[in-house]
Each structure stands twice: as structure tokens, then as C-alpha cells.
């Protein structure tokens, strides 16, 4: 049976949760490991976060696991992601497939070897009828790039300006047909947004923890669940109830 946050009604649950996964680099230089075996330790975590997401009935999960400014480490780190990015669809697609998962992508994938490109082409065909999970892994993903890409979309579209709207440029990202996320959670206690989801943020709630990501477990989680469940949205307007008592 599905294990959801206690004593919080279903509906009050996210339905679309991003994360930025920081923290790995850290995790390895505490226990004086490279920092290749933080992301190793990472992808362990984000193993259990999936079925974890599976179980809390989270039904978009989008993770941050690589952007466009990652090309900037140093050139084993890089292949080591590239590494984790194959290794991940090759031991778990069978897995993933099985549990109902869809795997998406999200950033450019021209930049990746051609056989890399054809591996993860092949894993989203392999889950498009999936539906339990939609999974959106954003790799070489950079929110301003992905905006600049849509400008340039909708001008060749012909698109004259006064029909540009809000809806339309969300339907011109990456993201297309899937909903804004409703919470965005970053491991490590940085304060930034990092280029990621920088237009489907805009009314996102935010949950960071300190933790490492390689640290951030289920009950944790959980808690970034909970404490969603607990806030009053706005979109920039006012309570509900106050409205109702002004009104009075
Ligand atoms: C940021 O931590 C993390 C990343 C740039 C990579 C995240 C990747 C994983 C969790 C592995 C899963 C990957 C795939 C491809 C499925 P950091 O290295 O910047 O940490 P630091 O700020 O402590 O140095």
C-alpha cells in the first residue's frame, strides 16, 4: 500500500516535486573520498528517492543532474557523470520500467556522445506508456538556455508578439504539457536557484535542508512533504480567508 506523509490529506501533497541534488562533492571531501564517489553515493540515494516518490504518490519528479555550466569541472568529473548517466539506464531502466516509471529528458542532448543520446532515446521510448512516475531528468539543462531556445522557436513560428503569452511559452519549453513544479527542494543549504526551472519556478515552494544529498533520506523526505502540505499558497494574492474577512 502506498506509505504517504501521515495525517496529511492526499490532495495537499505536491504533485510535481523538483530537486536540486547538491552536496555530493561536500559528502566525498568530509570522508576524504573523490568527488566522484560523492555523485556515486548520490545516485545511490537517488535510487531510493525514486521509489520513495513512487510511494509518497508524487506523479512528476524532476531532477537536476546535470546543467549546461557542469561542462566547466574538471574533464574527469564530467566523463564520471556521463559514466553514472549511462550506468544509471543500463542496471535500472529493466527496474524503473517495471514500476511504472517514465523517463524523460530535459536540456540539450546534442552535446552528449551519440551513443550516450541513443541510450537515453531508447529508455524514453522503452517508458512512454509508463504513468505511475514521470520522471524528467534535466541533464545539460540550463533553465536561461532552455528560455532562449523558446524565443527562438516562437520567432521562427512567425508568431506575432501579441500572441505570446504566458501559455504559450510554457508550451515552447522543454516542459511542455507538465505541470510547474509545485515544490522545489535543494539539498546542502545553498540559497540559489542555479539556472534550473527558472520560469516553471515562478510560484514554487522551496524546502532546504543542510543535509548533503547523499544524507537526504526518506524521512526527510518526508518532512519537505509535510512542510509543503502545511503552506498557504498565494500566487501573489491574499488568503483565502482574508479575503473572506475583509469582505465581511
Ligand atoms: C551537485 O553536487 C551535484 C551534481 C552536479 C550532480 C548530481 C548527480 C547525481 C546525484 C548523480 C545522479 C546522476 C544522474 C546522471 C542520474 P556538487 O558536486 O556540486 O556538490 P558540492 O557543491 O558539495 O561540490
Do not use: C
Not at 516535486?17 to 566525498?28: K, P, Q, T
Not at 527496474?95 to 531508447?122: C, T
Not at 536561461?144 to 504566458?166: C, L, Y
Amino acid at each position: 500500500m502506498a506509505e504517504t506523509p501521515s495525517a496529511i490529506p492526499l490532495e495537499k501533497f505536491p504533485q510535481h516535486v523538483a530537486m536540486i541534488m547538491d552536496g555530493n562533492g561536500r559528502w566525498a571531501l568530509q570522508r576524504g573520498l573523490p568527488r566522484l564517489a560523492g555523485h556515486k553515493a548520490g545516485t545511490e540515494n537517488l535510487r531510493r528517492v525514486i521509489r520513495a516518490s513512487v510511494e509518497f504518490g508524487v506523479k512528476y519528479l524532476t531532477i537536476y543532474a546535470f546543467s549546461t555550466e557542469n561542462w566547466g569541472r574538471p574533464p574527469e568529473e564530467v566523463k564520471g557523470l556521463m559514466y553514472i548517466l549511462e550506468d544509471v539506464i543500463d542496471r535500472e531502466l529493466n527496474e524503473l520500467n517495471k514500476e511504472g516509471v517514465q523517463l524523460r529528458h530535459i536540456g540539450r542532448l546534442e552535446r552528449l556522445a551519440p551513443s550516450l543520446q541513443k541510450k537515453v532515446l531508447d529508455a524514453i521510448e522503452v517508458t512512454r506508456n509508463n504513468d505511475r512516475l514521470i520522471l524528467n531528468i534535466a541533464f545539460n539543462y540550463g533553465g536561461r538556455d532552455e528560455i532562449v531556445q523558446a524565443i527562438q522557436r516562437i520567432m521562427k513560428d512567425g508568431v506575432p508578439p501579441e500572441k505570446v503569452t504566458d501559455e504559450m511559452v510554457s508550451k515552447y519549453l522543454y516542459t511542455a504539457g507538465v505541470p510547474d513544479p509545485d515544490l522545489i527542494i535543494r539539498t546542502s543549504g545553498e540559497l540559489r536557484v542555479s539556472n534550473f526551472l527558472i520560469w516553471q519556478a515562478a510560484y514554487s515552494e522551496w524546502y532546504v535542508t543542510p543535509t548533503f544529498w547523499p544524507d537526504f533520506n526518506k524521512e526527510e523526505y518526508r518532512q519537505a512533504l509535510e512542510s509543503f502540505a502545511h503552506r498557504d499558497r498565494r500566487y501573489g494574492k491574499v488568503a483565502s480567508g482574508e479575503l473572506q474577512e475583509s469582505n465581511a
